[in-house]
């Protein structure tokens, strides 16, 4: 049976749970009550494969019941496709899914098999978002940006395992959950570009025979957990429900406007800190003011002053990055604008600092003199190059200059 249209429902084959950002100390449950968008790509019942085109290659595709995950049917590929991508793909119309789920029975622990890839139009191009195969060394194996790997644990030649995927398209990651076991966080997405699926390729690149079933893809709301469980054997007692981990990425977003009078370092942090709720961050964050201060508490002594990480990506609310790392952020230009990268919507925010972290002699007396008479250094959201940081000085008295926070966890 193939649904080609979204259909709402509240208990299905997959259940997507969702919290709300939680204060420290909240319990971060879920609201229970909400219905969830479920498409059922494909579970093969019908018998064919209709919807499924070629990608070339020498290995055979059928519909069989001989084996299935869930019901009569499921894909089989026998034989080498020969090539990534070749086998058999179906176009899923630019879907912004949020989980994707599959059943997938390998072959052998010695092939390169049972490969479940899902992209954009790019795929060919960028490999794709979702890059899941059974290696040939009995372990599952999902690839990231840079082409780098991670393992997600043994898999056991000939068995159906239920493979669930989270894509968090705000920190471009994927958490991994296998047989209903948490295997791996924070993967980043492969592709640097795609901001939907539009393609699922199903394949072996080496010689085997592997079955794919129940494709599944969910939609709305954010940060959702997916599980999967058929019912059969009449138990519900492993149903658990937690909110996902936080990527190892730092986000930068607004605090609000304000004069100079700030109250220093301490003052800022507290409006960071009281900001992260708003900011749609969870609970257990480590926030602190993007401000220099004075000449022992400069933007650039972060990570050795407060634990800053200097090795994560760094993002705003959108897909767009706005630098590599810590040294990328404060080597005078940055990727993509403060407004375009969705961290600030207004034009101006107070750094003290010059482009490459380090402290001006404006700085509203170190943040703590909301007077005209005294100026503070400022940046701009429109600009990507040094006065993204160090546009020029500002009189401290009118609350139109904002104060931004970093966050990692």
């Known amino acids: 049976m193939k649904k080609q249209s979204v259909v709402s429902i509240a208990v299905a084959i997959v259940v997507v749970a969702f919290g709300t950002p939680a204060a420290a100390g909240d319990d971060p449950g879920v609201d229970g009550g909400s219905t969830e968008a479920i498409w059922l790509v494909d579970d093969f019942e019908d018998g064919n494969l209709d919807g499924w085109n070629s990608g070339g ?21 026998a034989g080498s496709c020969g090539s990534h991508l070749a086998g058999r793909w179906y176009d899923v119309v630019n879907f912004p899914a949020i989980g994707v789920g599959v059943m997938l029975r390998p072959g052998s622990t010695s ?9 954009d139009d790019n795929i060919h191009s960028d490999s794709g978002v979702i890059f899941f195969y059974a290696k040939n060394d009995g372990r599952w194996t999902i690839v990231g940006e840079g082409s780098a790997s ?26 991994v959950r296998i047989d209903g076991e948490l295997r791996h966080v924070n993967v980043p997405f492969r592709s640097l570009t795609a901001t939907a699926l539009s393609q699922i390729h ?9 079955n794919w079933d129940q494709i599944i893809m969910a939609t709305d709301p954010p940060t959702p957990v997916l599980f ?20 190892s990425l730092m986000y930068l977003y607004d605090a609000g406007g304000v004069t100079g009078a700030i109250g220093g370092r301490r003052g800022a942090d507290i409006l960071c ?20 201060v004075d000449a022992e508490d400069e933007i650039r002594d972060m990570p050795a002053n407060y634990g800053v990480p200097t090795d994560r990506k760094i993002y705003g609310s959108t897909q767009f990055p706005v630098a590599d790392n810590w040294a990328d952020l404060l080597n005078g230009s940055i990727d993509n604008t403060l407004f375009s990268a969705g961290v600030l919507s207004t034009n101006f925010w107070y750094s003290g600092s010059y482009s490459n972290g380090s402290v001006t002699p404006n700085t509203c ?13 400022y940046g701009l959201n429109y600009q990507s190059d040094t006065w993204w940081i160090n546009r020029g000085n500002a009189g401290c008295g009118a609350p139109t200059y904002h104060v931004l926070c970093v966050a990692w966890k």
């Open 150 to 175: 991670y393992d997600c644990g043994p898999y056991t030649a000939g068995q159906w395992h239920d493979v669930n995927f989270n894509l968090d398209w705000h920190w471009r990651t994927i958490t």
């Open 111 to 119: 092939a390169h098999d049972a490969y479940f890839v899902a992209g």
């Open 228 to 247: 999967w469980d058929g019912f059969e054997s009449g138990d519900a007692s492993g149903w658990a429900l937690s909110t996902p981990v936080l990527p």
């Open 57 to 77: 290659g020498s290995c055979v595709a059928t519909a069989t019941s001989a084996t299935a995950g869930q019901g009569t049917y499921s894909m089989e590929i």
């Open 273 to 292: 800190y009281q900001a992260r709720g708003s900011a749609g961050l969870p609970w257990g964050v480590m926030t602190r003011a993007l401000l220099s």
């Open 365 to 377: 007396s170190g943040w703590t003199d909301g007077s005209a008479s005294t100026d503070g250094r």
């Open 202 to 210: 199903a394949y072996n690149y080496t010689n085997s025979i592997s």
